[in-house]
Structures are given as structure tokens and as C-alpha cells.
């Protein structure tokens, strides 16, 4: 991409939680080469995307804001994960609130929101639909990180148990969604 357009170019995540890696093997496992690989195919589609691209024409950076969302963790191996050091961040004690930061902003018809951990796609879906704008771009891990940000349903789900356990609650991804909700202007 630098070779044909000049400039560097960034690549973030969107909803990562829960997520399964790909299973194509591009090279013998736990080599450099498989990232290498994986970034050229990633390189190679967005390339393609390019020739139909439109210039966005007296694109401004608009509707900065930026607020604390509060997270009540109510998961009793939360505050564990971070005694043992797998949170950087200080944790409340069970029962009370922890904030964590969102960040939202337009340039030209494109709106952008980070996200303060590691959301499953339904948030992802959800969020996108309230955004607004031509296009929408969800930043995963932007800003902060709360942990693994899973549905109610999810969080009750034996096959979520690892992402579970840094998850700080079963409603975080609502209280944080509502927070956007709020900025966006979402009416029910």
C-alpha cells in the first residue's frame, strides 16, 4: 500500500471479542512469515476496494466527544484477574462502578467511535446502526480497555467461560452502548 499510495496507512480492529483467529494456514504455525501473509491478503482486498473509492471532499474533523461511560463490576473473578496482574487498571471493589473512556468523532460523512475493550460483534451491530454518517468505523481497544465485553447471554454461555472471566459484567456492554446511544442521538 505505501508503494502505491505514498503515506502510511493504519490497520484497527473492530470487534474482536470472542472471536475466532482464521484457520487457512498461510505458513507454518507461530512463524512471522503467517503475519506477513495475513497482512499482504488484508492489503491485497483493500487495494481492490480502492477503484471504487470516492474522495471525501472538505473533510473536516467534526463532532468531537469524548465522555466516561461507568461500568458496575459485578464479576467476582474480575478484580482476581487484575490482583494477579492480568488488568492493568485499578479495579473497584465488587459492587461498585469503574469508568472507562468513549470517544467519538466525524470526518466529513464518515463517523468514528472507540471502543473501550474488547466487544462482541452484536455491540458492534448495534452501535453501528445508532452511528450515523455514510460510513461507520468501530475502533476496538481505542481509548481504554474494561475487558471482554460480552451480551447478557453471552456472559451466561459455557462457551464464553475464558472471556467470562475478564469480562466485569454481564450488562458493561449495555452501560457502555447507552453512553453512546446517548451521543449519537438514538431515540427507541
Same mark, same amino acid.
Not at 452484536?122 to 461507520?136: I, N
Given at each position: ?31 512471522? &512469515? ?64 469503574? &469508568? %472507562? ?38 475502533? %476496538? ?25 475478564? %469480562? ?21
Amino acid at each position: 500500500m505505501k508503494e502505491e499510495f505514498g503515506g502510511v496507512h493504519l490497520y484497527v480492529n473492530g470487534a474482536i471479542g470472542a472471536m475466532i483467529q482464521p484457520t487457512n494456514k498461510w505458513s507454518a504455525p507461530d512463524e512471522w &512469515n503467517e503475519v506477513e501473509d495475513m497482512g499482504r491478503a488484508l492489503a491485497d482486498k483493500a487495494l481492490l476496494l480502492t477503484a471504487e473509492a470516492m474522495a471525501i471532499e472538505n473533510a473536516s474533523i467534526a463532532s468531537f466527544i469524548s465522555l466516561e461511560a461507568p461500568v458496575k463490576l459485578t464479576n467476582p473473578i474480575f478484580p482476581l484477574a487484575g490482583a494477579l496482574g492480568l488488568i492493568a487498571r485499578s479495579i473497584p471493589p465488587l459492587g461498585e462502578h469503574t &469508568n %472507562c473512556r468513549v470517544t467519538s468523532f466525524a470526518i466529513g460523512p464518515v463517523t468514528f467511535g472507540t471502543m473501550p475493550g474488547e466487544f462482541v460483534p452484536d455491540y458492534a451491530l448495534r452501535l453501528r446502526e445508532t452511528m450515523g454518517g455514510e460510513a461507520q468505523f468501530l475502533i %476496538c481497544l481505542g481509548m481504554d480497555w474494561i475487558g471482554y465485553v460480552l451480551t447478557p447471554r453471552q456472559a451466561s454461555h459455557p462457551a464464553y467461560l475464558y472471556e467470562r472471566a475478564l %469480562c466485569p459484567s454481564a450488562y458493561a456492554g449495555d452501560a457502555i452502548a447507552a453512553i453512546y446511544e446517548d451521543i449519537w442521538g438514538y431515540e427507541d
